[in-house]
RNA sequence: GGGAGCAUAGCUCAGCUGGUUUAGAGCACCUGCCUUACAAGCAGGGGGUCGGCGGUUCGAAUCCGUCUGCUCCCACCA
């Protein structure tokens, strides 16, 4: 097969990827084999690919590659997540363009262009993940809130509801104004806000609701919410305070009289030490609110406007209500003054509204018990964490757990499966007609008319943490009792699972529970924690500030392999990548290299008769074992999840060793042909390295391995087993090594005395350390070697222990060899002395392990014998 | 405020239970080369008192304390 000069990515890739789904190779089903297992975090439905998928989903596809070539029946079920949050936001966005407002429409008809925009862009990731390369098995996809699914989570809801741990119970909620939604405090972010602190008075009551001339003031940042304020409370060790007990006090511009209480909760030395409680509006002041038994009055309504409640301002919006009510407490003399201040305001995740705290009715799954068990796989180390150190995160997280807010204030999700009574009751089934036929055990005389469903859908996290068990059976999830089918029987636990460590509690920690509670058993065994993608000056990627490439273009400019090995050059588990595009580059100079690489081997046309020459079976011998020692390398990186040190010691064999050693070292002189045994094992390491190189690179390594002979029809690398380490003679490489420093010493030689290439060195060498290996050093080096001593003047030079002299008459400058043989000498020397001080330390010699003495023992021998080689260095120089 | 982590070459990081390294790698940089696989390349080279200080030890990049500077998570004083 003829090979063209450059390596062509585009091509190449779409014809493999079309391979490998025509000949199935990514599809699995159970057999006799172990299995190995992921599941893909389902991004977005509507989401589209970024840098972060392109980390996470190439860490998975090189794991879920290794184990194929493994022997091991992979399999990586891809999907999606419904996501009701952000896919809703986007319906509404969209309606919005085509002038439709959510609220002017039925659920039914919101619903119907939801799925339509999720059947137009939903799975456009999943078409992205194809160009990168991922072997996931598209026969196995599944989408969060396909029926199937969803029934799944309406099971699980039933489930937790009969076993008491699921209630409705009014709490202090984040709400979010936009996307009318409450949202959880793991997605609020809290954000430094330039806003005013107001001081105002509020006059003490004569007791019949009018003002006498005392009062107090109190400060606050929210003067739109006093005409909710249920007391004002100060701290009882606040002395400065205390002639307000059992005082009432009147709400400005309304006059509304309110009690004074007094809490611990307060600071005194804060504001002015006085703070007014607003139950309904403040998640403390609710708190408060309970301890003391206050009224809750809600002034502000779903979209943060004032309602009827507030008396005043009625139909403002908050932050305009904010506004105007600073100057009607100016005019009514209540405003003593207003200074700039910067606090916290928490912010919604997805709509950048600022969070209201609103009192709510909403569904809870208590988690104190799924918690603590969920803790216990970890702890007892059942799940391992890639890097450790998120176990104290975890830890942290699950002894401080609060119930889970499971009902959202969205249509585009699961309906809760919660029927209400005309009564008040509510029943929970998992379909209507249940529903109905408990409701009738109540009262008989109900028709399914009486009955009205609960208006909110659960949280999309409530059907992701099902995600390991119900994408191979979905039937299993709520109904624990059932028998698991044969996929989930194999197929679970799943193997790995690479995540960004961000959704370590709302997703991982979940699963775990949700696997414990249907399965009785861990939903995974390692999670590998990806780190952040990052520009390259430590920014997050994002779309405001336009920092993040696309990799589709990525891929397009330099290949999937190259973009896949940019991003894993520079990944180790946790941390944040910083993501530069010149790492991209170097992946598409290594596939330029494999690539030229081929060329030349495939170049060649090998002499069967020829005989092997002695340096071509030096060589082969040195990079077989060699392959061996770094195959072990690379099994032992992969087995502790170090995928980058796996990939830099594959890309050093097979462009340091490999290229620039192996090949230079058997390359036939023009007109020369290879002999037939050099050449076979020449072709035999190839193939293992790409072998090697191909759950990083799959696409160049389908190519290549395709180039080299004749496949049978469907017959792809990708199933092809990882290399085995053979024997490894360690003493054999390093002596190898010794001649190649041994070259690198005569290539620097005639750099520094203008020899040129074509001149032949005469070589001597004491002793026979390099006898076996020197052909090879003679070949690339351009030298002769000898046995005996120099004649005339020569450079000494040392390889390891190993003395060496090159005659060189009229290059050789004699005063200038002497001193830097002397400064050579003065080094070892001094190097000397420190290893004997370390040996003659008697503490030492007492405490340090055996081999560690004798390592030293070795180097003083070895600083000796090199010390006795300069001195006869400089002596013959000398004479 | 509570918790966790990080600090090693210009950059990104290895360095695993203290000793076998006279602190490594990749990239970047510098010098010389278009040598018929590859200039997306080849051959060389420079560059670090392992953040500061103290301690433990025969021995510390590694363990302990402390300080400084960053990062993340949790909670946020109205």
Known sequence: MELSAKYNPAEVEDKWYSYWIENRCFHSEPDSREPYTVVIPPPNVTGILHMGHVLNNTLNDVLVRKARMDGKNACWIPGTDHASIATENKVVARLRERGISKEDISREEFLKYAWEWKEEHGGIILQQLRKLGASCDWDRTRFTMEPALSEAVLATFCHFYKKGLIYRGVRMVNWDPVALTAISDDEVIHKDTKSHFYHLKYYVSDGKGNPTDKYLVIATTRPETIMADAAICVNPK??????????????????????????????MDFGTGCLKVTPAHDAHDYEIGLRHNLPVLDIIDDHGRLNENA????????????????????????LVKVEEYVSPVGYSERTDAVIEPKLSAQWFLKMEDLAARALDHVESGRIKFIPDRYRNTYRHWMETVHDWCISRQLWWGQRIPAWYLPDGQVVVEETAEKALEAAQKINPALTAADLRQDEDVLDTWFSSWLWPISVFDPKLPGHPEHKANRDLSYYYPTSD??????????????????????????????????????????????????NSPDPLDLIAKYGADAVRLGMLLCSSAGNDILYDESQVE?????????????????????????????????AVKWFDNLLSRTINEVEDHYAKFRISDAL????????????????????????QRLDGRTFEATVGFFEKLLKLIHPVMPFITEELWQAMEERRPGETIMFQRTPKAGPCNADFLARFDLARQAVINIRALRAQKNIPPKQELELFVEGDALAEVAPALCKLGGVRLSSGKAEGAA????????????????????????????????????????????????????????AVVAGERKKEADALSRIEALEKALASLNA
């Not at 690489?597 to 340096?615: I, K, Y």
């Not at 064999?653 to 290229?659: E, G, M, R, V």
């Not at 005063?815 to 330390?841: M, P, W």
Request: aromatic content about 12%; hydrophobic content about 45%.
């Open 497 to 546: 699972l690479v995540t960004a460590p961000d959704i370590i509690f709302f997703w991982v920690a979940r699963m775990i529970m949700a696997g414990d509670e249907f399965m009785h058993d861990v939903p995974f065994r390692n999670v590998y924690f990806t780190g952040i993608v990052r520009d390259k000056i430590g920014r997050k990627m994002s779309k405001t500030l336009g």
């Open 311 to 334: 008396q005043i301002l009625v139909g403002e919006d908050r932050f305009e209500a904010r506004k105007k009510i600073e100057k009607m407490l100016e005019d009514a003399g209540n």
């Open 238 to 267: 606040d002395e400065r305070h205390h002639w307000l007990r059992g005082k009432k006090v009147l709400i400005p511009l309304i006059g509304r009289e309110i009690p004074v209480i007094e809490d611990d909760y307060v600071e």
């Open 648 to 671: 830099m010691a594959i890309y050093k064999l097979f462009w340091d060793d490999f290229c620039s050693w192996y090949l230079e070292l058997v390359k036939p002189a023009p007109g």
């Open 795 to 850: 450079v000494s030079f040392l390889v390891g222990t190993v003395q060496m002299s090159v005659p060189l008459a009229g290059f050789v400058n004699v005063d200038e060899e002497r001193s830097k043989l002397e400064n050579d000498l003065a080094y070892q020397k001094k190097f000397l002395a420190g290893v004997r001080a370390k040996l003659s330390n008697e503490g030492f010699v007492a405490h340090a392990p055996e």
């Open 586 to 618: 170097q992946g598409r100079n290594f596939c330029a290299k494999i690539w030229n690489a081929w060329r030349l081997v495939s170049g060649w046309s090998p002499d069967a008769e020829a005989a092997q020459a002695e340096s071509c079976r030096v």
